[in-house]
């Protein structure tokens, strides 16, 4: 467990570090000095370089909806313990994300945990 | 008291010259291994590499490039995307200021040094004496053509035929050049590779501008292939079967 916290928080780091330059998109539209914590059933979940993809069906005080967001690449988020198979569609899994700076739904996976208590990414 | 003086001076000049033919026999310091970006220990865990959020100072951009990077940037900014994101390599000189924050492996041969960025499995090769082809034959391309050569224990790099990038922080015209000082120490226990970075071009900058990036050692490291376009094929497998569908049935 101890390893996997220093290759979470060195995937932090490279989060803090890489963000702005790596991916589809920069991350401008992210806060990255706000994190937050949402809850789901995965939808849709593709690690890949040079980002991935999440999708969770999300229930808060919104309403029942489809969210996606996107992830660190392959390379980092297999660096902080995650491994193919951790997860699947239908699974419950706890995502820390910084936020859109717009308010709008989504953001950028900074952690996660599975269901059976499996921790990437994520201090504590 | 003459021999003895004599005698230590012989001393002196001879491990002089064997120390000076040793560095011409190739005994140079080794940079092989893996590296990844430097920080100091008990250092607030902040941005790093290359490409950080942090305010970072204006540089001496002459007016056109300063319009080349406006008009980029008009282009690329209502949907923020990057050349990553189009499994696109930075490119020289932000390769070697810090890939991203990703780690580097250096392959250290007398008569070629190659570099190997994880991000995007970007690849340098710094060629020495025989190995150097001339500058007519020369591909240019985002990480340039290098040649190194050796000033005591610095290796020193020398960069051109480069393509004109205007997606980097550093950004520069097709006339850059590179020169790249590295050097090795030894820093709370860390092995520590550093490289100085001066870039000059007159077509886009005022004067030569200049970086510095440090790496520590990662023991016993390695790097992970980073595949990039494998899902964009497999996209393509898919959409190829969605349109073979009806033709099937």
Known sequence: MRSVRIAMAGMLLLVMASATTFGHHSAAAQDFNKRVEVEGVIKFWEIANPHGRVVLRVTD???????????????????????DGMVKAGDKVKISIAPNRDGSDGGYVTGFVTAKGEKVGMGN | MFQKAMTCTRVALAIAVFSTAALAQGNRPDFSGVWTTYRAPGAPQGRGGGGGAAAQPALPYTPLAQRKIDEYQALVRPTGETPGGYCLGTGMPGSMLGSGGYPMEIIQRPDQITIIYEAHSEIRRVYFGSRVIPVADRLPERNGYSVGRWEGNTLVVETAQLNEI????????????????????????????????????????????????KWSMVPNGFLMTYECNEPIWQKRIEELKKAAAPAAK
Do not use: C, W
């Not at chain 2, 030894?186 to 550093?194: A, D, F, M, S, Y």
């Not at chain 2, 001066?198 to 200049?210: G, H, I, L, Q, R």
């Open chain 2, 166 to 213: 205007v997606s980097q922080r550093f950004a520069h015209s097709d006339q850059a050049r590179i020169v790249e000082r590295y050097t090795l120490s030894e820093e709370n226990g860390q092995k520590v590779l550093t490289a100085e970075m001066t870039m000059t071009d007159p077509a886009f900058y005022k004067t030569p501008v200049s970086e510095t990036k």
């Open chain 1, 61 to 83: 005080q919104k309403g029942t909806r489809d969210i996606e967001f996107e992830t660190h690449s392959r390379n980092n988020v297999y660096r902080a313990g995650y491994r």
